[in-house]
């Protein structure tokens, strides 16, 4: 018997386990498109993670959201606790490092911006382009430096959470 705090992992482990289930299929919602895995991204659930990527789960499918081409990997780059890091260790390699949205902001960006400073040390470890410039012509230490201020960090990360959060 499945105890309550396991149903939706049970769930989730049936229908990955009947083949059935498109792990990768992509649905569209009001904030544009997304994926079963981004969508346990955003839920903050490592084990969701862990499951879809054990069922083998694309983690380079892009999808489009509030115009901006997104793939799990930027997903997990803004996350903001030390748990979200971890999903963020799982889906990290060194290729996917070097991953850029269509306007080149890169992974080092987004953790930069919106990201717990864990998930900034981790993509660089990985191989993530401190010095990358992106279509705004920002670098990721312009980033940081221009949310030093809490209030306006908070400002900014609210006005421009649809970009990774939607």
């Known amino acids: 018997m499945t105890k309550p705090g396991d149903y939706s992992e049970a769930v989730l ?33 490592r084990r969701a993670v862990q499951l879809l990527t054990d069922h083998v789960t ?45 306007a080149d902001i890169s992974l080092a960006h987004i953790a930069a911006l919106h990201g717990h400073f864990d998930s900034l040390q981790l993509v660089l470890e990985y191989g993530a382009d401190a010095n990358g410039i992106a279509k705004d012509r920002i670098t990721p230490l312009h980033e940081a430096a221009s949310n030093t ?4 960090a908070g400002r900014e990360r609210s006005a421009s959470s649809g970009s990774f959060a939607g």
């Open 58 to 102: 694309d983690i380079t499918i892009p999808v489009e959201r509030n115009g901006h081409r997104i793939t799990p990997v930027l997903q997990a780059a803004a996350c903001h606790s030390p748990e979200e890091v971890e999903i963020l260790q799982q889906l990290l390699t060194e290729a996917s490092s070097k991953e850029r949205t269509a």
């Open 149 to 152: 201020d809490e209030e306006k």
């Open 13 to 45: 482990t049936t229908l990955l386990d009947t083949s059935v289930a498109n792990v990768n299929r992509l649905i569209t919602t009001p904030s544009g498109d997304t994926t079963p895995l981004i969508l346990a991204i955003k839920a903050r659930s």
